[in-house]
Nanobody
Protein backbone atom coordinates (compact mmCIF):
# COMPACT_ATOMS: atom_id res chain seq x y z
CA UNK A 1 0.00 0.00 0.00
CA UNK A 2 1.63 3.21 -1.19
CA UNK A 3 1.37 6.25 1.06
CA UNK A 4 2.02 9.73 -0.27
CA UNK A 5 2.93 12.77 1.79
CA UNK A 6 3.15 16.21 0.23
CA UNK A 7 5.15 19.10 1.58
CA UNK A 8 6.40 22.49 0.51
CA UNK A 9 3.20 24.48 0.39
CA UNK A 10 3.48 28.08 1.52
CA UNK A 11 2.23 31.64 1.23
CA UNK A 12 4.13 33.41 -1.52
CA UNK A 13 3.87 36.55 -3.61
CA UNK A 14 3.01 36.70 -7.32
CA UNK A 15 6.08 35.98 -9.39
CA UNK A 16 7.70 33.80 -6.74
CA UNK A 17 8.73 30.19 -7.09
CA UNK A 18 7.93 27.18 -4.95
CA UNK A 19 8.80 23.50 -5.05
CA UNK A 20 6.41 20.88 -3.77
CA UNK A 21 7.57 17.42 -2.77
CA UNK A 22 5.68 14.14 -2.62
CA UNK A 23 7.35 11.39 -0.61
CA UNK A 24 6.16 7.85 -1.25
CA UNK A 25 6.44 4.96 1.17
CA UNK A 26 4.97 1.58 1.92
CA UNK A 27 4.99 0.12 -1.54
CA UNK A 28 6.67 -0.13 -4.90
CA UNK A 29 7.68 3.26 -6.22
CA UNK A 30 9.82 3.14 -9.28
CA UNK A 31 10.01 4.36 -12.82
CA UNK A 32 6.92 2.31 -13.62
CA UNK A 33 4.76 4.45 -11.37
CA UNK A 34 2.96 7.37 -12.96
CA UNK A 35 3.06 10.44 -10.76
CA UNK A 36 0.77 13.43 -11.01
CA UNK A 37 -0.23 16.63 -9.32
CA UNK A 38 -3.76 17.96 -9.04
CA UNK A 39 -5.06 21.04 -7.30
CA UNK A 40 -8.30 22.35 -5.90
CA UNK A 41 -8.86 26.06 -5.84
CA UNK A 42 -11.36 27.54 -3.37
CA UNK A 43 -14.88 26.81 -4.55
CA UNK A 44 -13.74 24.79 -7.57
CA UNK A 45 -13.39 21.18 -8.58
CA UNK A 46 -10.11 19.33 -8.35
CA UNK A 47 -8.16 19.84 -11.57
CA UNK A 48 -5.22 18.24 -13.28
CA UNK A 49 -1.92 20.09 -13.10
CA UNK A 50 0.86 17.81 -14.32
CA UNK A 51 1.81 14.16 -14.78
CA UNK A 52 4.91 12.12 -15.47
CA UNK A 53 3.79 9.03 -17.34
CA UNK A 54 5.39 5.72 -16.38
CA UNK A 55 5.70 4.14 -19.80
CA UNK A 56 7.50 6.80 -21.78
CA UNK A 57 8.83 9.09 -19.06
CA UNK A 58 7.18 12.05 -20.74
CA UNK A 59 5.56 14.91 -18.90
CA UNK A 60 2.12 16.39 -19.45
CA UNK A 61 0.75 19.68 -18.22
CA UNK A 62 -2.45 21.64 -17.97
CA UNK A 63 -2.42 24.58 -20.36
CA UNK A 64 -2.67 26.98 -17.44
CA UNK A 65 0.70 25.90 -16.03
CA UNK A 66 2.62 24.91 -19.14
CA UNK A 67 5.96 26.69 -19.29
CA UNK A 68 5.83 27.62 -15.61
CA UNK A 69 5.60 24.29 -13.78
CA UNK A 70 7.85 21.24 -14.03
CA UNK A 71 7.12 17.77 -12.69
CA UNK A 72 9.93 15.38 -11.95
CA UNK A 73 10.71 12.42 -9.75
CA UNK A 74 13.69 10.86 -8.08
CA UNK A 75 13.21 7.10 -7.98
CA UNK A 76 16.15 6.63 -5.59
CA UNK A 77 14.44 8.89 -3.06
CA UNK A 78 10.90 7.70 -3.89
CA UNK A 79 9.94 11.34 -4.24
CA UNK A 80 8.16 13.37 -6.87
CA UNK A 81 8.43 17.12 -7.23
CA UNK A 82 6.52 20.00 -8.70
CA UNK A 83 8.64 23.05 -9.41
CA UNK A 84 6.38 26.07 -9.75
CA UNK A 85 7.72 29.31 -11.19
CA UNK A 86 6.13 32.66 -11.97
CA UNK A 87 3.29 31.93 -9.61
CA UNK A 88 0.06 33.86 -10.02
CA UNK A 89 -2.98 34.28 -7.77
CA UNK A 90 -4.89 31.72 -9.84
CA UNK A 91 -2.40 29.06 -8.73
CA UNK A 92 -3.75 29.28 -5.19
CA UNK A 93 -5.21 26.05 -3.90
CA UNK A 94 -4.57 22.75 -2.21
CA UNK A 95 -2.14 20.66 -4.22
CA UNK A 96 -2.45 16.90 -4.19
CA UNK A 97 0.03 14.28 -5.24
CA UNK A 98 -1.31 11.18 -6.96
CA UNK A 99 0.27 7.94 -8.09
CA UNK A 100 -0.67 4.80 -9.93
CA UNK A 101 1.34 1.88 -11.32
CA UNK A 102 -1.10 0.93 -14.06
CA UNK A 103 -2.89 4.03 -15.29
CA UNK A 104 -3.15 4.34 -19.06
CA UNK A 105 -2.06 7.40 -20.99
CA UNK A 106 -5.57 8.46 -21.97
CA UNK A 107 -6.53 8.69 -18.29
CA UNK A 108 -3.63 10.59 -16.79
CA UNK A 109 -5.57 13.87 -16.61
CA UNK A 110 -8.45 12.24 -14.74
CA UNK A 111 -8.35 12.08 -10.94
CA UNK A 112 -10.37 8.86 -10.91
CA UNK A 113 -7.54 7.06 -12.69
CA UNK A 114 -5.20 7.26 -9.72
CA UNK A 115 -5.28 4.79 -6.88
CA UNK A 116 -3.10 6.61 -4.40
CA UNK A 117 -3.38 10.14 -3.06
CA UNK A 118 -1.68 12.38 -0.56
CA UNK A 119 -3.44 14.59 1.94
CA UNK A 120 -2.63 17.83 0.13
CA UNK A 121 -0.52 20.89 0.79
CA UNK A 122 -1.75 24.49 0.69
CA UNK A 123 -0.29 26.96 -1.77
CA UNK A 124 -1.39 30.57 -1.48
CA UNK A 125 -0.24 33.22 -3.92
CA UNK A 126 -1.08 36.69 -2.70
CA UNK A 127 0.47 40.13 -2.46
Amino acid sequence: QVQLVESGGDLVQPGDSLRLSCAASGGSFNRYTTMAWFRRAPGKEREFVAALFRNNGRTYYADSVKGRFTISKDNAKSTAYLQMNSLIAEDTGVYYCAADPSIILSSIREARGYGYWGQGTQVTVSS
